[in-house]
């Protein structure tokens, strides 16, 4: 492990981004900065996905999702020794207290682990690591007088020795500093172009020794020089540098305009703030974005607050994330839609918590969906606490907040928090006397209890709702009760009850022309008479429920129709039909992301190829029928093995064929 310390402005960051640039030695290499801080589990899910690549981390995600912080660095920690990579953590300053334990934790297990990799770290504070003898600490510096004349030079600056030594010494050699400031006494010529070459004189060093004053701290000068160097920009320049100061990314020339004038040219803004290196450029991908220095970035957000215009900045960044990214958004990208929560944070800059949560309201089924567990906790464990300080009347969705929150607790397994959140939103909703909503979070409650065995409780707490809506007579909701019911009675393996439930819930949502939700119970009917291996019956009933589903395009409700009719198939040992079925749900649950459902299609698909070819197998069908045993285990789904000796056997003959194929590609 290298450290590069050295305070603000000392090219830390230049540095480590030149080694990381030029050397080539290294199998692969991951840049993270930490300029803003980021918290330990959201950093090793970033650092996995690097290392393990999409498919094998996807593969894998509700799992690492799950770890606790020792468990992650661990796993980092015994991922990064297989290979010669180079992880380069700039900025990690801003990791303070709670915060920095667990980085802690990880950059130490690594220094014991001998691995051959580095990491290269870069701060303005020393570590306090064990055993921090493996660790090389390089502290930076100032320019020396040599190389301070010669980067002056580089920017056109001429001179006598004397004055360009005494310049670079009242600069203490800072090169952020002598840069800005080298840039800033450039003067332009009447005709806007730039003097080449510039002789510095004895006025400048007396100007410049006014600016540091007597105390010469090279930061508060820098600060000084910048604001030279801003008032000498034209009023748009202005706008641009400050409104861009609150974006935390790397931004395009389109949002650029967006935030100031929709006339800026690129050129300009080249000339005007990247020659004067108050914006830095990068090119990604073949495109050019433009970012700040840390420190020029902290004060153009200080003179923007100064000047009062904080809150209409992120209000335009805002707005412009708001039309020009989620009108394009497409809803199998991933990504896009995780960096659409950087909105969220600018929403809590302005402190408009209400709106943050009813943009997150509005984006939780689709992240609910694809497992973004830990990405929805982290926002609602931020914006509860301000929701709880409004006023009554304000608090629109706080309820859903609390009960949206209880739902991702739940699907992480954590059933006593879900709970307590459903049972803090039942509070709240009682207060309030909303019956329904208070229905509605005891058919939460009671599903909890449905998963925790705890069937009793989860009956009980059913038929508190159904009471409650049938006294508001909302026979709708009602009927979906009572198919929630139904579902416990089957856990209980009481089929017969469960059946009559679910046919009278049937009839009901067949006379109001719900097509959806008679879909969904024909299919979960479908499923007792399966598991009695009344074949026929279910047969019918996963083709009605397939029928309804592509009549009205659901497409989840058709893939599980698909998924149900394949597997039956397969059970019939009509391996040709279970494929013919099976294959299309798989591709539905991946598009739309429904992981438990995948990882149930998956292994019955690859069985079934495997068993169709068994005189001539493919290794990719226990490749596949490994991963999806992987998959099962880490979202928690049920093995279905009927002798666990030949249970263990069949595993280990799946990861045996796995590793082999591996091997030979």
Request: charged share 25%.
């Amino acid at each position: 492990m290298i450290s590069i310390i050295g305070g603000a402005g000392y090219g830390k960051s230049s540095l480590a981004h030149h080694i990381y640039e030029e050397v080539e030695e290294f199998q692969d290499k991951f840049w993270c900065n930490f300029q803003n801080p980021i918290s330990f589990d959201n950093f090793g899910l970033w650092l996995l996905r690097k290392i393990l690549g999409d498919e094998k981390y996807y593969k894998s995600f509700l799992l690492y999702q799950k770890l606790e912080d020792d468990e992650m660095a661990t796993e980092l920690v015994s991922l990064l020794i297989k290979r010669r990579y180079l992880l380069t953590m700039d900025n990690i300053e801003t990791l303070e207290g709670v915060l920095w334990q667990p980085y802690q934790n990880f950059l130490e297990k690594w220094l014991m682990s001998g691995g051959g990799g580095i990491i290269l770290i870069t701060s303005r504070n020393k570590l306090e690591l064990e055993p921090y003898v493996r660790c090389r600490c390089s502290e930076l510096s100032g320019l020396s007088v040599k190389a301070g004349i010669s980067l002056l030079n580089s920017k056109g600056i001429k001179g006598t020795d004397e004055n360009l030594k005494k310049f670079v010494e009242i600069a203490d050699g800072h090169p952020l500093l002598l840069t800005l400031t080298a840039d800033w006494i450039t003067k332009e010529e009447a005709d806007g172009k730039k003097i080449e070459i510039y002789t510095l004189s004895d006025n400048d060093l007396v100007l410049f020794e006014e600016i540091a004053g007597p105390h010469r701290n090279p930061v508060v000068t820098l600060g000084k020089i910048f604001e030279e160097s801003f008032r000498n920009l034209s009023p748009r320049m202005r706008t641009l540098l400050l409104n861009a100061s609150i974006i935390r990314y790397p931004f395009s020339i389109k949002m650029a305009r967006m935030i100031s004038s929709r006339n800026l040219a690129e050129k300009i803004l080249r000339q005007e703030l990247v020659k004067h290196s108050l914006l830095l450029e990068e090119k990604v991908d073949g495109k050019w974005l433009f970012k700040f220095q840390p420190l020029i970035q902290r004060y153009a957000q200080h003179l923007l607050k100064k000047e009062g215009n904080y809150y209409q900045a992120h209000q335009r960044l805002i707005n412009y994330l708001n039309k020009e990214i989620i009108k394009k958004i497409n809803e199998n990208d991933l990504d896009n839609n995780l960096e659409l929560l950087e909105i969220i944070y600018h929403y809590c800059e302005v402190e408009q918590y209400e709106q943050a949560s009813n943009f997150l309201y509005d984006r939780f089924e689709f992240l609910n969906l694809r497992g973004y567990y830990k990405v929805l906790q982290k926002y609602y464990e931020i914006l509860i606490p301000k929701l709880l300080l409004y006023p009554p009347d304000k608090k629109s969705k706080l309820e859903a907040s609390l009960a949206n929150l209880g739902s991702v607790y739940q699907a992480l397994g954590n059933y006593s928090q879900a709970l307590d959140y459903y049972q803090k939103t039942l509070e709240i909703i009682q207060q309030n006397n909303y019956e329904l909503g208070k229905a509605f979070i005891l058919d939460r409650i009671a599903l909890v209890y449905v998963l925790q065995g705890n069937l009793k409780r989860a009956v009980l707490h059913f038929q508190q709702a159904i009471e409650i809506v049938q006294g508001l007579e909302e026979k709708h909701y009602e009927t979906i009760f009572y198919s929630d019911l139904a579902l416990a009675y089957d856990h209980c393996k009481k089929y017969e009850k469960a059946i009559e439930t679910y046919h009278k819930a049937i009839e009901k949502f067949v006379l109001w022309g719900d097509r959806q939700s008679e879909a969904t119970c024909l299919g979960k009917l479908g499923n007792i008479y399966f598991r009695q291996k009344k074949y026929s019956e279910a047969i019918q009933l996963y083709e009605q429920s397939l029928d309804i589903a592509r009549q009205n395009g659901f497409r989840h409700i058709e893939a599980l129709a698909l998924c149900d009719i394949g597997i039956l198939k397969f059970k019939q040992k009509k391996y040709s039909e279970a494929i013919k079925h099976l294959q299309p749900a798989l591709d539905t649950f991946k598009e739309i992301g429904d992981r438990y459902h995948e990882s149930i299609c998956l292994e019955k698909l690859s069985l079934a190829q495997f068993k169709k070819n068994i005189w001539n197998p493919d290794i990719n069908y226990w490749k596949d029928y490994n991963n999806a045993i992987q998959m099962k285990r880490e979202l928690g789904v049920p093995l279905e093995i009927s002798n666990p000796i030949l249970g263990k056997w069949k595993d280990f003959y799946a990861r045996l064929m796995a590793w082999i194929f591996d091997m030979t590609s």
